[in-house]
């Protein structure tokens, strides 16, 4: 081996820039090509689909037992104090002993002190994901950088979005529940809800009807009023004109 290409049918090494030992530090390495890509060191190419046995690489444990938790895994590092330490990593996870078995996907990341990298984000064979953290704090941070950051919720039939939104584009971001169509309901800075109303100007402000199944409770001294000084209020006994009869009650008895 010199310092020129070394060519085969599966293998190109390009530039072997030291030879220490009995190892050569290599510049790049093409497999399954004679090509290099950019600055990469390793370029794997091939033409195999992604299925049960076959891939273009694969990164696998070494151990003969069919334990939970085997699995390959790619670790990421940089030196610490002249030493190399991994940071974080990922890796793939068996998650039943013997022949029927399903297949994890791990990411992992180091915590100050602790020997092994700690689990924080598993996507299961079927597609669940899984966020982990430590005893306090936030599970999850979604950030957008612009006016609107946004969760789709999606089954067969039908698309929910949870939004964080800067309606008034001045910094009034709100929350909202958007059902494909239109906001739903709507959290406002400062806390009024709305529903059907994208800015609620109270604590409750609905844009439609609305029903109770049990009694409503108004503190003593508050009233039932439109928004007008000159509106009418209608009380009907039922659900059409002129309904029955409105029973106006009092006393310790409440009869």
């Not at 090509?33 to 992604?50: I, Q, R, Y």
């Not at 000159?230 to 059409?240: C, D, E, K, N, R």
Request: proline share 1%; with cysteine; hydrophobic share 30%.
């Amino acid at each position: 081996i010199d310092s020129t290409n070394i060519i085969t049918e599966y293998l190109k090494v390009t530039g072997i820039s030291t030879f220490v030992g009995n190892t050569y530090h290599l510049s790049q390495v093409g497999i399954g090509t004679d090509a290099t890509f950019g600055d990469a060191k390793l370029t794997v190419e091939s033409t195999a689909a992604l299925t049960n046995i076959d891939q273009t690489a694969m990164i696998r444990d070494s151990n003969s037992d069919d334990a939970v938790g085997r699995g390959g895994n790619i670790g990421f590092g940089a030196y610490v104090n002249g030493t190399m330490r991994t940071l974080a990593g990922i890796g793939a996870l068996k998650t039943n002993a013997g022949n029927s078995f399903n297949g994890d996907l791990a990411l992992y990341t180091r915590v100050n002190g602790e020997a092994n990298l700690s689990e924080r984000l598993r996507i299961d064979s079927n597609g669940m994901s899984k966020f982990t953290r430590g005893s306090t704090g936030t599970v999850a941070h979604f950030y957008a950088n612009a006016r609107e950051c946004n969760i789709l919720l999606q089954n067969d039939a039908q698309t929910w979005k949870i939004v964080n939104y800067d309606y008034g584009n001045n910094g009034t971001d709100n929350l909202g529940f958007h059902d494909g169509t239109a906001d739903r309901l709507v959290i406002k800075k400062g806390g009024n809800i709305g529903i059907n109303d994208t800015s609620p100007d109270y604590s409750l402000d609905v844009n439609g009807t609305g029903r109770f199944t049990d009694n409503l409770t108004i503190n003593t001294t508050k009233k039932i009023q439109t928004n007008s000084s000159t509106g009418q209020l209608t009380i009907m006994g039922g659900a059409t004109y002129p309904g029955g009869a409105i029973k106006f009650a009092g006393g310790q008895s409440g009869a």
